[in-house]
């Protein structure tokens, strides 16, 4: 079965840290871009980072820009966001997602594959 | 900045019904870069549409999407008891993403 498991989440007071994980299985993780969306309770989805096929290019929502850092090890099929000087306003559910893209054809493939969320409270 | 609007807000409809669902961006956009998902009540969201037409895999081709400018729709022929759910727009501008705000389908 093709799935990405979320964990790492918690209560962490505001300036704390906090690394989420994203382990795939039943694929392989280098066939997809990655990606880290949230949802505070209540709101709608939020884009926060990606990352490319092999890690050599990430990217940053503007109110995470300075404080997460996406990463990832193939080796290991998993993706990480880790998160530094957390504020109230990030407390969210963390979901995971993969996708593809080919910049080429100007075409994205949408993302297909989902984590089950993470949930992280900051206070 | 592109801004995705979606409207309307909420849509009140019975099974059977058929849904039409708008997302308008704010400035030109590429059609093969948006897509729509699903999301359920505690579940993550599931990718309905991408490249603006095409079904996902194991999506029922009661759902549809299409696109005209910068107006993308997402259309549902005749709504069952499982889509009723809240639907967003999303676009990938090359380095991003941006979702629109949501629009949530309900029963009437």
């Known amino acids: 079965e093709v799935q990405l498991v979320d964990s790492g989440g918690g209560l962490v007071q505001p300036g704390g840290s906090l690394r989420l994980s994203c382990e795939a299985s039943?694929?392989?993780?280098?066939?997809?871009?990655m990606t880290w969306v949230r949802q505070a309770p209540g709101k709608g989805l939020e884009w926060v980072s990606s990352i490319g096929y092999s890690g050599e290019d990430t990217y940053n929502g503007d109110s995470v820009k300075g404080r997460f850092t996406i990463s990832r090890d193939n080796s290991k099929n998993t993706v990480y966001l880790q998160m530094n000087s957390l504020r109230v306003e990030d407390t969210a559910v963390y979901y995971c997602?993969?996708?593809?893209?080919?910049?080429?054809?100007?075409?994205?493939?949408?993302?297909?594959?989902w984590g089950q969320g993470s949930t992280v409270t900051v206070s | 900045e592109i801004v995705l609007t979606q409207s309307p807000g909420t849509l009140s409809l019975s099974p059977g019904e058929r849904a039409t669902l708008s997302c308008r961006a704010s400035?030109?956009?590429?059609?093969?870069?948006v897509a729509w998902y699903q999301q359920k009540p505690g579940q993550a969201p599931r990718l309905l549409i991408y490249g603006a037409s095409t079904r996902a895999t194991g999506i029922p081709d009661r759902f549809s999407g299409s696109a005209s400018g910068t107006d993308f729709t997402l259309t549902i022929s005749r709504l069952e008891a499982e889509d009723f759910a809240v639907y967003y727009c999303q676009q990938y501008t090359g380095s991003s993403f941006i979702f629109g705000p949501g629009t949530k389908v309900d029963i009437k």
């Open positions: 039943g694929f392989t993780l280098s066939a997809y871009a």
């Open positions: 400035q030109s956009v590429t059609s093969g870069y």
């Open positions: 997602a993969g996708y593809i893209v080919a910049p080429r054809r100007q075409y994205f493939y949408g993302m297909d594959v």
